[in-house]
């Protein structure tokens, strides 16, 4: 196992397209556990491959929420977020569904310390492979499917920023290229509880 570099915005290679997974390898299957790893390690909720440098297709989540005793607590959950079994790490993820509307503060582990809300769909159906590369397919909303669409936007080279007003996003963007980002504080582990 090993920690991953998380590239930050404005790094370009978190612009780049992701090339598809001919092949679940066994090496991919362990690059996909240091992902999980360095999610974890950051206190983040989800992990896409271009975050840290490698272009293939592979995202990591993980919404479930731990309490204060550090027990996981599945209260806030849905039903159908409930019914995904987690972590979850899906290769080649595909929306082939979508339906409603729901917004979140989003935050992300390559724009650290910065929140804002973003409007995703809210029910979605995603198809992709397993780490045993055997084809998957469920129905979820909630976090999970909010996160979902985050991490396949890193896959096409968006950032939840971009989803925002152009006058918004030009301000932010504008501002990390200036003055870069905050110190990482891992005391403040409220602040970067849902980064993804
Ligand atoms: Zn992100």
Known sequence: ?????????????????????????????????????????????????????????????DTRRKGDDDRYNLDDMTELEKSVEQPLVVFNPVITFKEGKTTYDEGCLSIPSYYETVERFQLIELEGLNQKGEKIKFKTDGLLSICIQHEIDHLDGKLFIDRLSIIKSGRIKKQIKKHGYPERNTEDEEAVESEV
């Open 1 to 61: 196992m090993a920690l991953l570099e998380v590239l930050k915005f404005p790094d370009p290679r978190l612009r780049k397209m992701s090339k598809p997974v001919d092949n679940v390898t066994e090496e991919l299957v362990q690059f996909s556990k240091d992902m999980l790893e360095t999610m974890y390690d950051f206190k983040g909720i989800g992990l896409a491959a271009p975050q840290v440098a490698r272009l293939d297709r592979l995202i990591v989540i």
